[in-house]
């Protein structure tokens, strides 16, 4: 079989649970072929956090999707997606304590899903694009040429998100913070913005490096 580069392939989405590496994933095929990384859970961090500051409660629906129409967010970056609301870069405040406890509440209203999948898809469509998420081969960009969904066991994330954390004390707090993730995911496939997409690649990354998780993507997408 000869691969001959990708052929312009894009967007490249890529949708999974937390930790399963999507990121990793995405860093790498957006560097080899000169793609901009869009990792869109950063808007619905950015809202969280605006939402947040603004005292605008998760439970008040009608409130928090008329600050999602009237929100200036700006997303900038090439290998790594920062994030503006107005003048101010919000990028560092976006794993803060309280966007990461609040932020799946955030992201599950339906008003607030729609304004951002319309910022989600006019971002994406205007370069090249790597686009990570959870619904971005189903809702964002369902006619992205190529769709890869990313698994790996439960064990194995909480293992990648502690390993991550620099002390032992900061690893007992990531695997706490990983159940959390991990419940979380059961909630959003459970409410529908974590799916397989149909035609999607399936990399379970359990057993394998991340080189090999990129060589399997790049072979998918080289030689289709
Ligand atoms: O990938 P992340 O941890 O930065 O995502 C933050 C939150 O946003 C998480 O609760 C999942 C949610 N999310 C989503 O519902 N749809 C996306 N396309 C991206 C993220």
């Known amino acids: 079989m000869s691969c001959r580069g990708n052929g312009g392939k894009y967007p ?18 957006a560097r080899r072929y000169g793609y901009t990384l869009f990792d869109t859970g950063v808007t619905y961090r950015a809202f969280t956090l605006l939402a947040l500051r603004e005292g605008v409660p998760a439970d008040d629906e009608a409130a928090c999707v008329e600050l999602a129409r009237r929100a200036d967010l700006r997303i900038e970056g090439q290998d790594e997606t920062r ?3 107005e003048d101010e870069d919000v990028t560092g405040r976006l794993r803060d304590a309280a966007v990461e406890a609040s932020v799946s509440e955030y992201s599950a209203i339906g008003g607030v899903r729609e304004v951002m ?14 686009v990570v998420g959870r619904d971005i081969g189903t809702v964002v960009l369902p006619d992205a040429p190529v769709k890869f969904f990313l698994t790996a066991s439960d064990e194995t994330r909480a293992d990648r998100r502690a390993a991550q954390a620099g002390t032992w ?4 707090d990531a695997r706490a913070a990983t159940t959390d993730i991990i419940r979380r995911d059961r909630i ?37």
Do not use: Y
């Open 83 to 85: 994030v503006w609301i």
């Open 12 to 29: 490249i989405a890529i949708d999974g649970t937390a930790a399963a590496g999507k990121s990793t994933l995405g860093v790498a095929l």
């Open 117 to 130: 999948v319309a910022l989600q898809r006019e971002i994406a469509l205007r370069n090249p694009c790597v």
């Open 188 to 224: 959003d496939s459970t409410r529908g913005a974590l799916r397989q997409p149909e035609g999607a690649i399936v990399i379970d990354t359990t057993e394998i490096s991340p080189e090999a998780v990129v060589r399997q993507a790049v072979e998918v997408i080289e030689c289709d």
């Open 169 to 172: 004390g900061q690893r007992q």
